[in-house]
């Protein structure tokens, strides 16, 4: 496939479903925020469970395709959140029949979901963008060695901040601080745990593609500015 300049375009399948996977692990735990597990209490929320996951594509996407990609699917990906954010929410608010006895429910797992699009909106620009500005910076000068390390890094930095702000946002007024403290303690052990498991596997997938491919972006001179879409160098690229 060319553009109109005569230049060949490659679509990359593998970004695009490394994207994809991406924008669904984004919207579990807004859907689930409210879910709290107790296993011989021990007290954890539910999306921490899968949320590693998120920083863990973040890792492949940025080792592989560098931060610029990364930063770019994941504004789309909160484009695709705010849109299932607040279609679900209005969809709620119609009327119901008289019959219908479930609306209760509705409104405590869907009426989390605008208060969990704005934290995302605000602390994704954070934590996620700290996870792969920690990836692309040591890239360069490990000379690309030891993706395993500088994933659970990168991972564990940018999953302590979330931890901290998700659970002040959403238990702050519901649960007791003391309980908040060891939902957040708890929920991030196990995303520390989570994340040393993906380290191996994501070093094999950051091979393989890398290998499949033939790209393997280092960010030399690029805008780390999270809220810049693109480079001057890939607007150039694409003209």
């Known amino acids: 496939m060319q553009n109109?300049?005569?230049k060949k375009?490659?679509?990359?399948?593998?970004?695009?479903?490394l994207s994809?996977?991406?924008?669904v692990i984004m919207l579990c735990p807004g859907t689930i925020a409210s879910k709290l597990v107790d296993i011989h209490g021990v007290l954890f929320a539910a999306g921490s469970l899968?949320?590693?996951?998120l920083f863990w594509i973040g890792c492949i996407i940025t080792e592989v395709y560098g931060y610029s990609a990364y930063r770019r699917v994941t504004w789309f990906a909160i484009s695709g959140q705010f849109f299932y954010t607040f279609s679900l929410w209005a969809l709620t608010k119609l009327p119901s029949p008289?019959?219908?006895?479930?609306?209760?429910a509705y409104d405590f797992v869907i009426g989390q979901l605008p208060k969990m699009f704005t934290a995302h909106f605000i602390f994704i620009p954070i934590c996620a963008f700290v996870n792969s500005y920690i990836i692309s910076k040591w890239k360069i000068l490990a000379s690309g060695k030891r993706f395993g390390v500088r994933s659970v890094t990168s991972s564990i930095a940018g999953e302590f901040l979330?931890?901290?702000?998700i659970c002040l946002v959403v238990f702050y007024g519901t649960l007791p601080f003391s309980k908040i403290a060891i939902t957040m303690?708890?929920?991030f052990s196990l995303k520390v745990i989570y994340t040393f498991l993906l380290a191996y596997p994501a070093v094999l997938i950051a091979e393989f593609i890398k290998s499949k491919e033939k790209i393997d972006v280092y960010d030399y001179d690029i805008n780390y500015n999270p809220f810049v879409l693109e480079d001057?160098?890939?607007a150039e690229q694409n003209s």
């Open 232 to 234: 001057k160098e890939t």
């Open 98 to 104: 008289e019959y219908w006895h479930h609306q209760e």
């Open 20 to 23: 994809m996977m991406y924008a």
């Open 9 to 17: 375009q490659q679509t990359s399948w593998t970004l695009m479903f």
């Open 185 to 187: 303690v708890v929920s």
């Open 50 to 53: 899968i949320l590693p996951l």
């Open 162 to 165: 979330y931890a901290i702000l």
């Open 4 to 6: 109109k300049g005569g």
